[in-house]
């Protein structure tokens, strides 16, 4: 039994919320009807471009037909709302203390990708009350069949605050550029995740690069030091992205590189992406996977056997 069901069973029939709750656990049951992918967004180290790609891949996964919620989990500045040129007013800080529920937060960005804004409550999410934690699942429910594809936008390092988020997600991918720098945060961040909590499985985005062949040639020598020194890693390769002059003028117009240059390099290689993953998703068995990852979410910090799945 996890923390999350503990939880629910120790306040078993003491307020309406938790009626509720347990109701809509019977009526959507872990096999739901959606086939639901949870893929946290990661780096090692800062400005890689882990928020351009969350927004382009949601739009170009929007595309496809998929329904794409954008967590946006990272305590920096430059998020998603940025991107997408949102002005959130309100955030999960506010729904953590029962003031809105989670619908009167959620925003409609870009072709009707649904953002998520967290990042000023992610603090509080790690330091959740038992109360809390069942208002907030309650909350959650009610979004769990809405949505076909999840993605996080963790923000970078090895603060608990990634780590917790990397673990409750069933997919990492890590996104490195091929400065040094950046290669040496991504093997730190997966040493800790494997280390320090079980992690085997991380899917790798190179982004900046000149070609392909560049972008390979990082993935085959990260991997190569992976595989020596951190024997039972799986790293696959997600692709790469190339150094786009559009996707700056992007940001500087707070429009998606994917709307505002559809035919950029950068553009072309999100969709390749967003391919990628709705391949995978459609093959997935249809298993509630969005309910695991609240749960997970709800269920603590990293180190209390939460480790994501694969
Ligand atoms: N493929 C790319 N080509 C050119 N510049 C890029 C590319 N990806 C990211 N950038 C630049 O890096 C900056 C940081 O990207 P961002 O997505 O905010 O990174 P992160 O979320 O990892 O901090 C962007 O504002 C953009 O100027
Ligand atoms: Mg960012």
């Known amino acids: 039994m996890d923390q999350a069901t503990g939880l629910r069973r120790m306040v078993k029939g003491k307020s309406d919320k938790i009626y509720r709750l347990r109701r809509d656990n019977r009526s959507q049951s872990f096999s739901s009807q959606t086939k639901p992918r949870v893929i946290a967004i990661t780096s090692g180290k800062g400005g890689v471009g882990k928020t351009n790609a969350v927004g382009n891949v949601a739009i170009a996964c929007q595309r496809m037909g998929k329904k794409v919620l954008i ?6 500045l430059a998020n998603i709302d940025i991107i ?9 800080a506010e729904v953590i203390k029962g003031e809105k529920g989670l619908s009167q937060i959620i925003l409609t960005g870009p072709e009707g990708v649904a953002v998520m804004p967290a990042s000023s409550g992610v603090q509080e999410l790690v330091h959740l009350t038992e109360g809390q934690k069942i208002n907030l699942l309650n909350e959650f429910d009610t979004l769990n069949n809405n949505f076909d594809i999840l993605l996080i936008d963790t923000g970078a390092g090895i603060s608990s605050n ?5 673990l409750a997600a069933q997919e990492r991918i890590v996104i490195v550029t091929p400065e040094p720098t950046s290669i040496t945060d991504a093997y730190a961040l997966m040493k800790v995740m494997f280390r320090e909590h079980g992690t085997k499985s991380f899917l790798l985005l190179v982004n900046m690069v000149e070609d392909e062949k560049e972008a390979r040639s990082v993935y085959q020598n990260l991997s190569k030091v992976v595989a020596r020194f951190m024997g039972g890693i799986s790293i696959d390769y997600a692709g790469f992205i190339p150094w786009d002059s559009c996707l700056q003028e992007s940001v500087t117009r707070r429009e998606p590189v994917v709307c505002c240059y559809p035919e950029s390099s950068s553009s072309k290689s999100f969709k390749e992406l967003a391919h990628y993953l709705v391949k995978q998703t459609d093959r997935r068995p249809i298993d509630g996977n969005i309910k695991f990852f609240w749960k997970r979410l709800m269920a603590g910090m990293p180190g209390q056997g939460n480790e994501g799945r694969d």
């Open 84 to 92: 997408f040129g949102l002005n959130p007013k309100h955030t999960i």
């Open 162 to 166: 990634v780590i917790y988020f990397n």
């Open 71 to 76: 967590f946006d989990a990272d305590l920096g």
